[in-house]
């Protein structure tokens, strides 16, 4: 089938990899800073070079790259090609054409998806979600995404903006999210709530050795470094994972009783603390369904890293688009 | 494509009309009760006597009746024809080969579906779902109960015993449910839930014509009654749908940003109510909903009434059995 390049649009950084079609490998990949602070047109021509590059530095022929998918950490319209909002870019990217905007200067098919809807692809494909038929991925990032495997096929309705998992209300009189309603489960499991819990269990002169681990220092206090102290046998870094678990839990056990997936993918940055954060998980789950089969569901991490987003995007244009 | 039956099992009475799969009428129709404390045995032969006596009466002849469909109020196993555990039916109901026992004696193609899934088929085919490609059903009575279709799909998954859309947990600690969890849709929405709104306000002696509506016997507080006070201006009434119905719009909320219908239908006796319960529900879901789309998604009442499941799972058969 070829070589097809994904590009993960980040807060940060863009980057693009040049992905084997076959195996899901990542041949050759470069990163760039985005600088979104310059505005879409210009953050659009980095793109573009960006791809241009990519291709000439691998050493594989133009023409075996059969099209490019970008994945967009923001709410877009998929079937039109147009990004809507991007609440962690600087700039406007209302309607922005970004699809043919990149089509048209490199004369490739393009296709545009969520970040964590191409995570859960990518995961789908080749990753921990491979042979379920549906599947359900959370990326427990900055933000709490989600995704879809539905019958086999990616979960796109209401032009792609659906299957945002971290915005189901796990508690109606919850936390304020970002998103405006209250008690989203990214209110509870994203990495700056989890952050927070730490950063108060230090304020509050609870006995735990995160304070020390960074120097009393809170602006240095992230999941890692609570990961580490839970690792290290701390209680209060334990408890802390337990929570956040917990509310993870009871936002699977709605996507078990609604949906059913045979397999939940926990992925993202925070999901690199394992068993931590799986256990409570599972255990919430075990508690709390009894109306939906449950025997055989797995709740797993993913297993693609941070390259999921760009395998899931390049395989997903490389089934669709052209 | 001729004639199906549609059975409904419920806890009072046995129903079953003979559907033409042309237009979605029914035909003809039986009820007697289930006498469901007379163990499932029994309740079996009188299904049979009771599908006999339907095709016998109906002025059909028995060559043109195609399948019999099942609606049962419970958790099955689909794809094993088992019932699992039907909580408001007495008797033992664990594993009993409820399909093939009638399959066999009527030497007719059998199917059983939930009787949520059953109504949620129904509305999808002839009723107030018709035409969306994806869309999800609750049904509001003594339990909530729930259905989706996705892709033009009835949604099966874990053996038919997901989309179990009452389920789902709006507060994780809430008021404990029939289901063992803490505050599903179902301890907030069903018609219990309702009516203990209604008793409470008369015990706390509030303005309200609800009491003197029922002579002050709070036996005779029913969804109905309070529907009544609320269309006559009452103002408690009218705060208890609006309370009820920011529930169910919670718990819409948290299905628009998961799955993503273009129609969500209310079912079951409470849906009765309409706007003075939609209203809210609507509302509830214009303030929460801001990462998916919503612009065009319909938030209606049932269309089919009390015939919904018979209609539903006699269409299922006529499309998947035999």
Not at 35 to 42: D, I, P, V, Y
Not at 271 to 277: E, H, I, P, R, T
Request: aromatic share 4%; with cysteine; proline share 3%.
């Amino acid at each position: 089938m070829g070589f097809f390049i994904g590009c993960d649009l980040g807060g940060t950084n863009l980057r693009a990899g040049l992905v084997d079609s076959d195996t899901g490998e990542v041949a050759y990949q470069v990163s760039v800073p985005t600088l979104a602070r310059e505005g879409h047109t210009l953050v659009m021509q980095r793109m573009v070079a960006l791809f241009r590059q990519v291709i000439a530095e691998s050493g594989i022929e133009a023409a075996q790259v059969g099209g490019i998918g970008i994945g967009v950490p923001g709410v877009l319209d998929v079937e039109q090609g147009l990004t809507l909002f991007l609440p962690n870019l600087p700039g406007t990217w209302r309607n922005v054409a970004l699809r043919d905007t990149i089509s048209r200067a490199l004369n490739l098919p393009v296709s545009l998806l969520n970040d964590a809807r191409s995570i859960t692809f990518g995961e789908w494909k080749f990753g921990a979600g491979k042979g379920a038929a549906t599947m359900a991925c959370l990326t427990l990032g900055t933000g709490v995404g989600g995704g879809l495997v539905i019958n086999n096929q990616l979960h796109l309705e209401r032009g792609g903006t659906a299957a945002e998992l971290g915005h189901q209300s796990i508690d109606f009189n919850g936390p304020r999210c970002g998103c405006g309603a209250r008690g989203c489960l990214e209110a509870y499991a994203s990495a700056p709530a989890l952050t927070a819990l730490g950063v108060k269990a230090v304020i509050q002169g609870l006995t735990t050795r995160i304070g020390a681990m960074v120097d009393y220092d809170l602006n240095k206090i992230t999941p890692k470094v609570i990961s580490q102290a839970a690792h290290e046998g701390d209680e209060i870094a334990m408890e802390i994972f337990n929570e956040v678990g917990f509310a993870i839990g009871v936002a699977v056990s709605n996507i078990l009783v609604t949906v059913g997936p045979s397999k939940v993918v926990l992925a993202g940055g925070m999901a690199k603390a394992g068993d931590l954060l799986l256990e409570p998980v599972r255990k919430t789950v075990k508690e709390r369904v009894s109306v939906t089969k449950i025997e055989g569901v797995e709740i797993v991490q993913a297993a693609l890293g941070n390259n999921a987003g760009v395998i899931g995007v390049a395989m997903w244009t490389c089934e669709h688009a052209g």
